[in-house]
């Protein structure tokens, strides 16, 4: 995947409209992961970019796009998906058990989160992800 600092994707006014991504967010256009931040990524992250970016390859980015920002529970299938990558890739790191007591933490908390619909509860999301 091409990482992309200091820019954002081509239909981010349509994101940031219907969304409100924060400061930090980070954005898979195709086979581009664009970091409006311009900070990098660890491995993990580079995966769950990766697995959206398959995503939208099964579909088209537009349209892929398109129902991801109106359609919040498809939304969260999309990033159950891809938290579940980047967990994976995590784990296959060999983390200590308080880091990934911290990870799973992160990663419930953001998946359990109002950007993703805030359709599950944390522990709902932590069992999801971890399947």
């Given at each position: 995947m091409r990482?992309?600092?200091?820019?954002?994707?081509?239909?981010?006014?349509k994101i940031a409209d219907a969304l409100a991504p924060g400061p930090?967010?980070?954005f898979c256009y195709g086979e581009s992961i664009y970091i409006p931040?311009?900070?990098d990524i660890p491995p993990w992250l580079e995966a769950h970019e990766a697995g959206h970016s398959r995503q939208?390859?099964?579909?088209?980015?537009?349209?892929?796009w398109d129902r991801y920002i109106v359609d919040p529970e498809w939304r969260f299938a999309q990033e159950l998906e891809a938290h579940r990558m980047e967990w994976r890739v995590f784990i296959d790191g060999k983390p200590t058990r308080p880091q990934r007591r911290h990870m799973i933490k992160i990663l419930?908390?953001?998946l359990s989160g109002p950007l993703y619909g805030n359709i599950?509860?944390?522990?709902a999301a932590r069992r999801a992800i971890e399947k």
């Amino acid at each position: 995947m091409r990482i992309v600092h200091g820019h954002y994707p081509p239909n981010y006014k349509k994101i940031a409209d219907a969304l409100a991504p924060g400061p930090n967010a980070i954005f898979c256009y195709g086979e581009s992961i664009y970091i409006p931040g311009g900070f990098d990524i660890p491995p993990w992250l580079e995966a769950h970019e990766a697995g959206h970016s398959r995503q939208q390859r099964a579909v088209g980015i537009e349209p892929w796009w398109d129902r991801y920002i109106v359609d919040p529970e498809w939304r969260f299938a999309q990033e159950l998906e891809a938290h579940r990558m980047e967990w994976r890739v995590f784990i296959d790191g060999k983390p200590t058990r308080p880091q990934r007591r911290h990870m799973i933490k992160i990663l419930s908390r953001r998946l359990s989160g109002p950007l993703y619909g805030n359709i599950v509860t944390r522990a709902a999301a932590r069992r999801a992800i971890e399947k």
